[in-house]
């Protein structure tokens, strides 16, 4: 199964679970993206995450994000 986007709600236990469900977006030379969502409290787990996988990850304000999704719902959902 091909996903468009992936969103962590839940902080996973190991990076293994964090790379098989990232996994499922970018497929067949496709495109994709995850959201990880967490606390402040969890910061330390997500740097070792980033270190294991080898990449760093974009922060984005929760604010600004909510307001990317009204925008996009506002639009139906079109690409912009």
Known sequence: M???QVIHY???NNT?????RTG?????GKKGSA??????DQTRAVKM???E???RFNEVNIFLYHLCIFCMNSLGNKQF
């Open 35 to 40: 959201i990880l969502i967490h606390g402040q």
């Open 24 to 28: 499922r977006t970018g497929r067949a």
């Open 53 to 55: 996988v080898g990449s």
């Open 49 to 51: 995450i980033e270190k």
């Open 10 to 12: 839940e902080l996973p």
């Open 2 to 4: 091909l996903c468009v």
């Open 16 to 20: 293994e679970t964090f790379v098989h």
